[in-house]
């Protein structure tokens, strides 16, 4: 059984950092891009970041791609996402998946972790 478990979510300030991780199982890691996505209330989802296995390239949404980065530990079947200048806009549900696709549209992504909240105060 595939399973992807986000964790570090919470409540942080405006202005402040999280770091998010990704921890996957059931599925060969080292196949696989991981990404990131967010989904506030209202909102459809949006493509917060992705890391592909094979070179390590990234891609990042446009809303935060100045704000975050996104790294990978095939040895640990780990991704990590470093978020930095929080907003209060950046409150929302985020996701990690697993897909054989390079891009950050939710399509192509076969596997879904649960969530973690993260809320930005201002």
């Known amino acids: 059984e595939v399973q992807l478990q986000a964790s570090g979510g919470g409540l942080v300030q405006a202005g402040r950092s999280l770091r998010l991780s990704c921890a996957a199982s059931?599925?060969?890691?080292?196949?696989?891009?991981i990404a990131w996505f967010r989904q506030a209330p209202g909102k459809e989802r949006e493509g917060v970041a992705s890391?592909?296995?094979?070179?390590?390239?990234?891609k990042f949404g446009d809303s935060v791609k100045d704000r975050v980065t996104i790294s990978r530990d095939n040895a640990k079947n780990t991704v990590s996402l470093q978020m930095n200048s929080l907003k209060p806009e950046d409150t929302a549900v985020y996701y990690c998946?697993?897909?054989?696709?390079?891009?950050?549209?939710?399509?192509?992504?076969?596997?879904w972790g649960q969530g973690t909240q993260v809320t930005v105060s201002s």
């Open positions: 998946a697993a897909g054989k696709t390079i891009t950050i549209t939710p399509t192509g992504y076969n596997y």
């Open positions: 059931g599925l060969p890691f080292d196949d696989y891009t």
């Open positions: 890391i592909r296995s094979s070179d390590g390239s990234t």
